[in-house]
DNA sequence: TTGTGTTTTACGACCTCC
DNA sequence: GGAGGTCGTAAAACACAA
């Protein structure tokens, strides 16, 4: 599309200075179809800096800004082709598309800026998506961990409880039959520290008893927590 | 129609590289 | 120092719900 036919025609159109933006309606300040007056707004620009804009620069800002507009889609269409086989221009390259798209370079240039940014905003929000599902798997993960270690902690109370059960039981066996007779007794929750036993003396006859480390252990079972425990 | 949110075009400021 | 990049932002254009 021609460059003059698309200056004169795409309307709104704004003109910037340095320090102001005036946007105009209609290109001659003629009214608009509905018969209002052109509307002219101005709009203060941020200032940045110390930038101290000359007549010149007001010139060039007006030129370009003459020319703001919306590209056609088939403008849009080539310009993302261009994109596709390289994300930046060599200089004469911008020169050759802006050529054949009938648009000024610095479009050009001003739209390959652009479209890296959004195309770099697309690559944060894949990559956050990406680092999001693998973050919420890994809590899925860490959940059935918790869960398990839970469940093996149960089990391992009620094995616990069991084994204390079965010790009461068996060191009141042993207590009930050999009350009278032996000078050994066993307590629960009482470890015992004066046994004159020796090694392999034996409980009721048939029991052996063991000495290690100063502590004393019936066949297949160790003092355990104030109790003799089988294993 | 209008208010509101999003996208697009363009800019200034600043930075890096040659 | 200039060319060309990113970043943040303005403002028009656009989409859409109420």
């Not at 798209?101 to 894949?126: C, H, I, S, T, Y």
């Amino acid at each position: 599309m021609d460059q003059t036919v698309l200056s004169s025609q795409v309307y709104p159109y704004t003109i910037q200075t340095q320090s102001e933006c005036i946007i105009v309606n209609q290109m001659d300040g003629s009214s608009s179809g509905d018969g209002s007056k052109p509307v002219k707004r101005r709009r203060k620009r941020r200032s940045k800096g110390s930038s101290s804009a000359t007549n010149e620069d007001d010139v060039r800002a007006m030129e370009r800004m003459f020319r703001k507009r919306k590209l056609t889609d088939e403008q849009v269409i080539m310009l993302e082709y261009s994109f596709e086989n390289e994300h930046k221009l060599e200089s004469g390259r911008k020169e050759k598309i802006a050529g054949e798209l009938g648009l000024d370079p610095r479009q050009v240039a001003v739209w390959f800026q652009n479209r890296r940014a959004r195309w770099k905003n697309k690559k944060l929000e894949e990559e956050y998506a990406k680092l999001k599902s693998q973050h919420d798997s890994d809590v899925l993960g860490q959940c059935q961990l918790e869960s398990q270690v839970i469940k093996l902690t149960e089990q391992l109370s009620e094995a616990q409880n069991e084994i204390r059960k079965l010790s009461e039981r068996l060191v009141v066996q042993e207590t009930s039959t050999n009350s009278s007779s032996s000078s050994f007794s066993v307590e629960a929750n009482d470890a015992p520290t004066d046994f004159e036993f020796s090694p392999m003396d034996t409980i009721n006859d048939n029991i052996p008893l063991y000495m290690l480390d100063n502590n004393y252990y019936l066949q297949n079972m160790e003092y355990w927590d104030g109790l003799y425990v089988q294993f």
